[in-house]
């Protein structure tokens, strides 16, 4: 998981661009080669999965080799069906990540700046996060129908509370003589909001949209498992039950691509909008 | 004398609640700022001079007394009273000129007024070479600059500074100081200024207020006939010596 899951530790000044794993110093001898490893370890894992599946230990069916994954990933690239279930999918993940960012957001602001608020919903708000999506999924396809509004709305729901808890973060640890300076200023509400409190709030908020968007793709999946007839969810559900162990696996890897590209443009906007952090680093 | 009053507390006492138990930080504090003057405030630490700078800038509403601006009863924060922090306090996501301009942007002054001015205020602070660096590429004298910059630059008739040099080394803050006696020349604003330095305070001011510890009361109003314009060089005076004498048996008397 993302370190930016729990800010609580996550100070003004931390970047929140700074991946998950410290980085080594390299020596130079190796350093040079540095950027090799990775996709040679990766190659590696190929390699060996390619001789498990070669090895005739396991069926086809239970394990096919990357070639066959890949073969069958050409497949339905061709017959248009992968470019058809991502974008229903795509569509769910983007509709369900906007709502809910959106409504974490602004909840997430009422609730740091009025104690009221706070104290009325934040039970609430907890319990909701404790309660096992994947259980009241059902529940969401019988009241929302099976169509996308269910799937939006579970994936909403995923999302919703990361976003949350860095809003709250965020806002509520804006300094407070950053606050005299602008009431000494006379700023009306709105620029208060404009010019100290978004911008303030923005390193961890963005931090919290970093998580949301992984999430995201899996609330739409989940929806789609429980009860779809299209969707990449909908795909591996179909090649789990006629043993299509290649569409199965063709699927997962392009799930993780599309989580990963939603992960690559938070980060990118993250990147594009706290160019100042950067200020003052080395 | 009336109308020579610019800004002045009347009868403040505050108290602050906490969970910890009540803080009798000021008891009885009335003072008047004519216009134009440098007023120094000393005293202990924790008696309240910070809290009697947040009441009079319409920061903090006091439990008793009331605040005066032009003889108006001031209840909330006023853009006529500029401010600067112990802590330069600036924002980190804006550069030098953006921070600079920050008060002008809120007052929708128009840009171009806006660019000059931000030009100017980098001169007079002596940043023209920083006007697009972040507050994280400066040095603490450099950032201090910039706020007591942003403090000026939409011109406020009142200044009031808590310890603004506190977090500075002693060669700086005395080479600030007389960077703020140069612009407060030039400008003739009202200053009160905290300080915990007594040569400071006698370098800057026109009158020296004392605090006792908490709750804080005002115990002692020093004037200081040193004539001006002051330099560092003041400080060797004899009557500059002799004043911070005089101050520093205040203070001690007073605890
Ligand atoms: N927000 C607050 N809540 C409760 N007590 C406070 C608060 N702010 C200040 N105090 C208390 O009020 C007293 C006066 O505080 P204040 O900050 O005004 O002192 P000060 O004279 O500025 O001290 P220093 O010279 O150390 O800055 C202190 O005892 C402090 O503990
Ligand atoms: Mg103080």
Redesign the pocket.
């Known amino acids: 998981m993302d370190s930016n899951t729990y800010p609580a530790g996550q100070r003004h000044r931390s970047r929140p661009t700074t991946d998950t794993l410290p980085t080594l110093r390299l020596p130079p001898r190796i350093a040079r080669w540095q950027w090799l490893l990775a996709p040679a370890f990766g190659l590696a894992l190929l390699l060996i999965w390619e001789a498990v599946a070669r090895s005739g230990l396991y069926a086809a069916f239970i394990v096919p080799s990357p070639g066959d994954v890949a073969h069958r990933w050409r497949e339905i690239a061709a017959d248009g069906s992968l470019v058809r279930h991502t974008a229903v999918t795509l569509r769910e993940v983007l509709t369900g990540l906007l709502i809910g960012v959106a409504a974490a957001f602004w909840l997430g602001y009422l609730i740091a700046k009025s104690r009221v608020v706070a104290y009325m919903l934040m039970p609430y708000l907890i319990a909701l996060q404790a309660v096992p999506i994947v259980a009241i999924a059902p529940l969401l396809i019988i009241w929302f129908g099976p169509g996308i509004a269910s799937k939006v709305i579970i994936c909403a729901l995923l999302v919703f509370f990361p976003m949350l808890v860095n809003t709250v973060l965020g806002v509520r640890n804006i300094p407070p003589e950053l606050r005299d300076l602008m009431a000494s200023l006379e700023a009306t509400p709105l620029q208060t909001f404009w010019h100290l409190e978004l911008p303030a709030a923005l390193p961890i908020v963005l931090g919290g949209l970093k998580v949301s968007a992984t999430l995201s793709v899996i609330g739409a999946v989940v929806g789609e498992f429980v009860s779809a007839s299209e969707g990449l969810g909908y795909l591996i559900n179909f090649g789990r039950g006629t043993y299509d162990t290649p569409l199965v696996i063709a699927i997962v890897l392009t799930l993780t691509a599309l989580a990963l590209a939603l992960y690559g443009l938070a980060a990118w906007l993250e990147h594009l909008l706290l160019v100042w952090q950067d200020a003052g680093q080395s | 004398m009336q109308d020579q009053t610019i800004l002045a507390a009347e009868h403040i006492s505050h108290t602050?609640t906490?969970p910890s138990g009540d803080?009798h930080?000021l008891n009885d504090v009335s003072l008047r700022l004519s216009r134009e003057s440098f007023v120094c405030l000393v005293?202990p630490?924790?008696?309240?001079?910070?809290?009697?700078l947040r009441i009079l800038a319409g920061l903090l509403r006091p439990l008793a007394g009331c605040v005066r601006l032009d003889s108006q009863v001031i209840t909330r924060a006023q853009r006529r009273i500029g401010l600067v922090f112990q802590q330069a306090n600036l924002m980190p996501w804006r550069t030098v000129s953006g921070n600079l301009s920050l008060p002008l942007e809120l007052a929708q002054v128009p840009a171009s007024e806006q660019d000059d001015r931000t030009r100017a205020m980098l001169e007079l602070t002596g940043l023209h070479g920083f006007a697009d660096a972040y507050p994280a590429e400066l040095s603490g004298g450099m950032a201090q600059r910039v706020a007591i910059g942003r403090a000026l630059i939409h011109d406020p008739e009142v200044l009031l500074l808590?310890?603004p040099f506190g977090s500075l080394d002693a060669l700086t803050r005395e080479q600030m100081s007389e960077e703020l006696l140069h612009i407060w020349a030039r400008h003739r604003k009202t200053v009160l200024m905290?300080t915990?330095s007594i040569p400071e305070a006698v370098l800057l001011a026109d009158r020296v207020l004392v605090m006792s510890p908490?709750p804080?009361r005002l115990v002692d109003d020093v004037a200081i006939p040193l004539p001006r314009p002051r330099h560092l060089d003041t400080m060797h005076r004899p009557d500059f010596v002799a004043l911070t004498e005089h101050l520093r048996r205040q203070i001690r008397a007073a605890r």
Request: glycine share 26%; charged share 20%.
């Open positions: 602050y906490g803080v930080a005293g630490s924790g008696c309240g001079k910070s809290t009697l808590d310890e905290v915990h908490r804080g």
